[in-house]
């Protein structure tokens, strides 16, 4: 009987052993399948497409499990014009519904990639509805866990509050029970004039103290000192909006654009090389790449709104358009003609030099004081940026006749002249 | 050897009236009151002490708490689709029209701010007109009408379009007339709308009239040469120009192109090839061409005929039967030099008449017949479209009108009601018309009458085209959205004509297309984008031929002759009534550049007068600005009365272009309408009449501003004859003689000096004798560096603010008596002057002045805050934060150029009629700064452009070129009088024209070093003294 089991258990588990590994081996080729055919969907399909939602063509989940019929999806991914050339009536019906823009052509792709790739999109989709389907859940524990820290401060706070009051009951209860002493010592008619006594001495302490003119000069200089010290920094600093971060109407991040993305200042900021105001991105530049990237971000939304666009149909209302309005950050007075072509384009200025780390930015704050002085002082630190200009050549070269040696500034060049920003 | 030579600027300063000697004492001629408030009656005072600290406090508890409100926060909104062409901070230029000439239009962010001249234009090559650089504001004008209106409520189009197509249908089928009355038209794609419309309403007539009309040239040229055309003058090919009455560098028909001309023959270039033409004028009133002449006569109008007889009669050597001497002796004898002096330079002669009167125009044709001017001096071959209005025209639809006859009238362009003399037969007339449609922008007085308004749109906002001479055509594009709910005047008409083109862009596109592009070797998509940048094509002109003079000239002669010897009965005042160089026939009233900018003669603003001889008003016994009542032709009018130096006695000049009603807010009621003393003779508009002026007594106070910031007879004029010139190029100019030595207050100014000016020395150079004192400068001015207007009151208390000022110079012209210095004659000593009595006979030098950014400028020595500095490139900089008012600067200026402001003129609701509300500061130039209330200003030399002149160039890593940065007011003459550049460079045109042998600075004597110099003025006065 011992024989009988120790061969059952032999068996099954050489039953189970192959059963593992073809399983194992099953699963794994079907990994391989989903694998290859997300990188050929990053590679090839992204541009146009993406699993959930609409992009220049349709969204590719939806489509894909309303559309089982894999040889006629084999035959649209790798010539869809050939099936619209057939009048296949799916083909022609989709075609014209995006307005005849015709996909790719991708005769390269063999069956087996477009298997792969069908696959990966249909598990792709299934993961992202099961996750939605979670979401809420996760949704509401987020919402949980910011109460009780907000519940904490309130709660620190009123800890603070009693041991307050306590302090004061129990300092009540101290004075109550004195007096009650006093009271029965006999003590209590003898204390009102010791309070007068105490006052009276108070009152001397303070006249001994203002008869002695030394410290009444000190304390007035000292006042005075503090005070003008005060309104001298309140004066100079009228006006002066360093630090100055308002709330901007999207939450747009310069350290995600610029720091992460490594984004050009120059892709948004087209006129700073060109003029004198480096402009606020007009949202037709947004759009280049938030047409496809984060849509359904609520941020960008805001983009969508303002421009009066529908990402499902891809279409612009312009009746529903109405602008942005940033809140300014850098105030410079009208008094003052600042242009950034000159400060960028010809002296090669970066423009951290003004703005500080923007790529580290967050939200934008005015990192320089703009003040006068402020310019001035690197007027006359920065030596002028003449090399290879044609413009600077005799300019220069005079300049080099009359201060031999002598760093030439833009101070130098007349930076510092009063007309040559204000006019 | 200095001239000794007497200037003054009006006759009070001549005769130091007392006023005008306590006027002068100060800077300001309004003193504050600070002396009185200090010690004045303490409580008893105007403001006692009491007050003075209550204000006090309050003033500083108020300024404390406005202190404390938050900062404001500035939105800052992006395009939301960007335009491609658009680019913040950048100015974009379209080429248009304005009137026939090409001009660029400067826009920012989508805004037209700026009007130029388009360098390559056919007539001005670049210098545009005082009204052409005023156009631009009368975009952002609040006046304009801003929806349709139908029986003076505001309706749609929709609307309207039913209306009038219905009522058109209906009078077209009555059988009256439908008549489109415009003034000149010139616009090909317009008159072919007009066409279009009259080939759909057969009944449809088109009325061109001009308020100052050229019907006399036109038809006197169809007499003679029987050609019915406005010729084209080419005032650069004569050598001799006789003028009667014509302002020809002003308003008589091309002003811009005919000052181009004139002045290539009398600019430095032309100077130093030794040749100048000679220019004599005869006229009644002075005009701006009269006081650029060599040798001016002053006639009465009634002599003018005569005087042409006897011109022909010397030219020709015959005698036009009824030929008399003329009254004056003096103009006599000058006619029959002027003659010989024509003879000598036949086929470069040239005589022109201001008059319209066609008899008249046809001795003058006789006259340039003989002279061999056709085909020469005058071109009949590529004639000027810029008037055809027919006199008769306008008279024959009123009188249509009256009868009943006129179903519809269609009003493009055109003001019957205010510049016809008999405004209350057009209005009696047009009651008896069914339907009358207004085209204009503008809520007129012709408007008001009307029962459907559709407006038109501003020339900045249409499609459209012109040609004003024969072979040149420009293009008109918009530079803006329609600013209101406005539609193209020709639009209106297609749509109303049922035109198969539904729009007139594409309108325009097909007439050009089919013809005009071919003109100029263009041809489809390619060559329309072409066009739209250059602006402009031109066909080789026609070669000019000579035309024989055929007309039988004792009839004419006769008309002439009689007509003179009606005038001149009864012993009556010869009025004159004539445009003036600002205002013109009074279309732009509503513009308060072009009512501020001074007249070029009389330099009096936001106003028109009756100007006397010096010698009539004395013996009238009035006073200056007293109210005169004048009646001719059985119209009366009330107007202050001005001495002016030059008109001719016996006579009284009034000009038309005021007294609108319904102008708008700035141009309603300034002055009095002249327009009624026309009448219509022989088939045309007749400008004189035989008048009464009667004294009223009252006082109308001009504001005139050719007084305010004197010399204080400081010589400031150098003049020199041609024949001086021709022996001494240096002449006048002061340069004679020995260098005077100078002192100096600084130490010395070699390089290492703090003055050294290492790069740039910006400096200007001025040919006086190239400036014919135009004013367009001055608006330039105005437009480019956002100077605010004042309006009368505030000029009349000398607080004009412009930057740059003409400066007018009356002086005794040469009487051949008196020898100074071995000179002809010139007078000079005070009381020679006392003796004279005849004020007609002055000459004229006009010098504009501006901030001469001294190198040792006296203004920034006294300033306490160093408001004022110099730059390392020779400009005198303005600071206007730091400026405290102080207006020591202003005190110390020998050249009176510094200008304060008095208000915060940009926000105060007292200039609310002039520039003061949000819509019309879009015209604002945003890269210059407004000036606030109690600071000084003055000229920049237009440092934003030289700013942004030399950004061009880094960017571009190139040297800066000579010639790049041009300053507002050089831009605009079309006299090309103003070179500006920098002076270290030696090949720039400004060095060049420093070196001149006639450049000479404005009181060099007190070593201040000015960085303008000017250019002495030099008078072809002849061989032999003709006044």
């Known amino acids: 009987m011992r024989n009988i089991s120790l061969i059952f258990k032999q068996f099954s588990r050489s039953v189970l052993l192959i059963a593992g590994l073809v399983v194992v081996g099953l699963t794994a080729h079907a990994q391989a399948d989903a694998a290859k055919g997300e990188a050929i969907f990053k590679a090839k399909c992204t541009a146009c497409h993406k699993i959930d939602t609409r992009m220049t063509g349709p969204a590719l989940g939806p489509q894909l499990t309303e559309e089982t019929d894999d040889a006629y999806l084999t035959k649209w991914i790798q010539n869809n014009q050939a099936l619209i050339a057939a009048k296949n009536p799916k083909a022609v019906k989709i075609y014209n519904e995006y307005n005849q823009a015709g996909m790719t052509v991708f005769a390269e792709l063999s069956d087996a990639d477009v298997g792969n790739v069908i696959t990966y999109v249909r598990t792709e989709w299934k993961k992202m509805q099961a996750d939605k389907a979670k979401a809420p859940a996760g949704g509401s524990a987020a919402a949980e866990d910011k109460g009780p820290s907000s519940l904490v401060i309130w709660g620190l706070l009123g800890v603070i509050v009693i041991a307050f009051v306590v302090i004061l009951v129990l300092n009540k209860v101290i004075a109550t029970l004195e007096r009650l002493l006093l009271n029965k010592q006999g003590l209590l008619p003898e204390e009102e004039e010791t309070e007068e006594k105490a006052k009276t001495d108070r009152l001397a302490v303070a006249k001994k103290l203002l008869k002695n003119k030394k410290l009444v000069f000190f304390i007035v200089l000292c006042g005075v000192v503090g005070l003008g010290s005060f309104s001298w920094i309140t004066m100079w600093n009228t006006n002066v909006h360093q630090g100055y971060q308002p709330v901007q109407p999207i939450k747009y991040s310069h350290q995600l654009h610029a720091g992460a993305m490594k984004i050009e200042c120059q892709y948004c900021h087209t006129s700073a090389f060109k003029g004198k105001n480096a402009g606020i991105p007009s949202l037709n530049i947004c759009m280049n790449c938030h047409k496809s990237v984060k849509t359904e971000s609520p941020e960008i939304h805001k983009i969508y709104d303002a421009l009066g666009y529908d990402p499902n149909t891809a279409k612009y209302d312009s009746t529903k358009a109405k602008p942005i309005q940033w809140v300014r950050i850098h105030n410079l007075p009208d008094l003052a003609y600042f242009n950034h072509s000159q400060h960028v384009k010809v002296g090669a200025i970066k423009c951290q030099t003004c703005h500080g780390q923007i790529q580290e930015m967050k939200e934008v704050y005015q990192y320089s004081p703009l003040t006068m002085k402020w310019c001035i002082q690197c007027h006359k630190r920065t030596e002028v940026n003449g090399k290879g200009n044609a413009y600077y050549d005799s300019i220069l070269a005079a300049h080099d006749k009359i201060k031999k040696g002598e760093k030439v500034t833009a101070a130098v060049l007349g930076g510092i002249e009063c007309a040559k920003c204000h006019y | ?1027």
Request: with cysteine; proline share 4%.
């Open chain 2, 1 to 1027: 050897m200095d001239s000794n030579k007497k200037y003054w600027k009006g006759l009070e300063e001549l005769n130091k009236t007392p006023e005008f000697v306590e006027k002068n004492k100060h800077e300001f001629a309004e003193p504050i009151p600070i002396e009185e408030v200090l010690s004045g009656g303490g409580l008893m005072g105007k403001t006692p002490r009491r007050d003075f600290l209550k204000a006090l406090g309050f003033g500083v508890g108020a300024v404390t708490l406005a202190a404390c409100q938050k900062v404001p926060v500035h939105k800052s909104i992006p395009y939301l689709i960007k335009p491609e062409e658009v680019t913040p901070g950048i100015a974009n230029y379209y080429s248009s029209t304005y009137d026939g000439s090409a001009i660029l239009v400067k826009t920012r962010e989508g805004r037209p701010i700026k009007v130029e001249g388009n360098p390559n234009d056919l007539l001005s090559k670049g210098g545009l007109s005082a009204q052409a650089q005023a156009s631009v504001l009368e975009l952002y004008d609040t006046s304009r009408i801003k929806d349709p209106q139908m029986n003076n409520s505001d309706s749609s189009w929709a609307a309207i379009d039913a209306f009038v197509k219905n009522e058109l249908a209906a009078i077209a089928a009555s059988g009256k007339t439908i008549s489109i009355v415009t003034s000149t038209i010139h616009s090909p794609s317009s008159l072919a709308v007009i066409a279009d419309f009259i080939v759909k309403y057969p009944a449809a007539k088109h009325v061109q009239y001009d308020a100052v009309s050229y019907t006399g040239i036109i038809k006197a040229n169809q007499n003679s040469f029987g050609k019915a055309v406005l010729p084209h003058y080419n005032f650069d090919k004569a050598d001799v120009i006789v003028s009667f009455a014509a302002d020809f560098l002003g308003t008589w028909i091309s002003g811009e192109e005919f000052t181009r001309q004139y002045v290539s023959n009398r600019n430095n270039k032309s100077l130093e090839e030794k040749k100048m033409s000679r220019h004599i004028q005869f006229e009644s009133g002075m005009s701006l061409t009269g006081t650029n002449a060599d040798v001016r006569i002053a006639i009465k109008p009634s002599e003018e005929g005569l005087a042409l007889v006897n011109l022909y009669n010397a030219v020709s050597g015959t005698t036009l039967p009824g030929s008399k001497k003329l009254t004056t002796a003096n103009a006599d004898k000058a006619i029959m030099l002027v003659a010989a002096e024509l003879k000598a330079a036949k086929g470069k002669a040239l005589v022109v008449c201001g008059s319209n009167d066609v008899a008249t125009q046809v001795l003058v044709n006789a006259i340039n017949s003989l002279l061999g001017s056709y085909g020469n001096t005058i071109d009949l071959d590529n004639p000027s479209r810029q008037y055809a209005g027919n006199d008769g025209a306008i008279v024959e639809f009123i009188a249509q009108a009256k009868n009943g006859q006129v179903g519809a009238a269609i009003f493009l362009d055109a003001n019957p009601v205010y510049d016809y003399h008999a405004a209350a037969a057009v209005k009696d007339a047009l009651k008896n018309v069914r339907l009358k449609v207004s085209l204009s922008d503008h809520a007129d007085e012709t408007t008001a009458l009307c029962n459907v308004v559709a407006p038109n749109h501003h020339y900045l906002e249409s499609w459209g085209d012109d040609s004003s001479v024969e072979g040149y055509y420009t293009i008109m594009q918009p530079t803006i959205n329609p600013v209101n709910n406005t539609r193209q005047a020709e639009q209106s008409l297609l749509v109303w004509s049922d035109n198969p083109v539904k729009d007139y862009y594409t309108y325009v596109r097909n007439n050009w297309n089919n013809s005009l592009l071919a003109k100029g070797g263009l041809s489809g998509q390619a060559g329309w984008e072409i066009l739209l940048q250059t602006g402009f094509v031109l066909t080789a002109p026609v070669a000019a031929g000579s035309y024989s003079f055929n007309y039988d000239l004792n009839a004419v002669a006769q008309t002439v002759l009689s007509q003179s010897t009606k005038l001149a009965e009864g012993n009556k005042v010869e009025l004159q009534v004539y445009q003036n160089t600002a205002m013109r026939d009074g279309k732009k009233a509503n513009n308060p550049w072009l009512q501020e900018l001074p007249d070029p003669v009389s330099k009096v603003t936001w106003d028109n007068f009756a100007a006397m001889s010096p010698s009539d008003i004395k013996k009238m016994g009035l006073e200056e600005f007293e109210v005169v009542k004048i009646e001719a032709n059985g119209y009366t009018v009330e107007l202050p009365v001005l001495s002016q130096p030059g008109q001719a006695p016996g006579t009284v000049s009034v000009a038309v272009g005021y007294g609108r009603t319904a102008a708008g807010l700035v141009g309603n009621n300034v002055g009095k309408n002249a327009y009624p003393f026309l009448s219509f003779r022989n088939g045309t508009f007749q400008t004189a009449a035989a008048a009464t002026v009667t004294a009223t007594g009252d006082i109308f106070p001009l504001s005139q501003t050719q007084t305010h910031h004197s010399f204080e007879g400081r010589n400031v004029i150098r003049e020199a004859t041609f024949t001086e010139y021709k022996k001494d190029a240096a002449a006048g100019s002061g340069k004679e003689g020995e260098e005077e030595k100078m002192f100096d207050l600084w130490e010395n100014t070699n390089e290492d000096h703090i003055h050294a000016r290492p790069v740039y020395d910006w400096v200007m150079a001025i040919d006086l004798n190239a400036c014919t004192g135009c004013g367009a400068c001055v608006v330039a001015c105005s437009a480019e560096n956002n100077i605010p207007v004042v309006g009368k009151d505030e000029v009349g208390r000398r607080r004009e603010m412009h930057w740059i000022r003409i400066d007018r110079y009356y002086s005794f012209s040469q009487n051949g008596e008196a020898k100074v210095d071995g000179r002809s004659g010139m007078v000079t000593q005070e009381k020679e002057i006392a003796k004279l009595d005849d004020f007609s006979n002055v000459t004229v030098v006009h010098q504009p002045m501006l901030c001469q950014h001294c190198d040792h400028a006296p203004c920034e020595t006294v300033c306490p805050v160093l408001a004022t500095v110099h730059s390392s490139e020779g400009l005198n900089q303005m600071a206007y934060n730091r400026c405290v008012g102080t207006r020591y600067c202003a005190n110390n200026c020998p050249y009176k150029v510094r200008r304060f402001n008095w208000f915060n003129y940009w926000n105060d609701s007292r200039f609310d009629n002039y520039l003061n509300n949000e819509h019309t500061q879009l015209v604002l130039n945003p890269d210059v700064t407004t000036r606030f209330r109690g600071v000084m200003e003055k000229c920049s030399m237009c440092v934003q452009r030289i700013q942004a002149g030399k950004l061009q160039a880094k960017m571009e890593k190139r040297p800066l070129r000579d010639g790049e940065i041009k300053v507002a007011c050089q831009q605009t003459c079309s006299a090309n009088a103003i070179v500006f550049g920098n002076r270290n460079d030696k090949n720039s045109e400004v060095y060049k024209a420093l070196q001149s042998e006639r450049t000479y600075y404005v009181l060099e004597e007190l070593n201040v070093k000015p960085g303008i110099g000017y250019q002495v003025k030099v008078r072809n006065t002849g061989t032999e003294s003709l006044a």
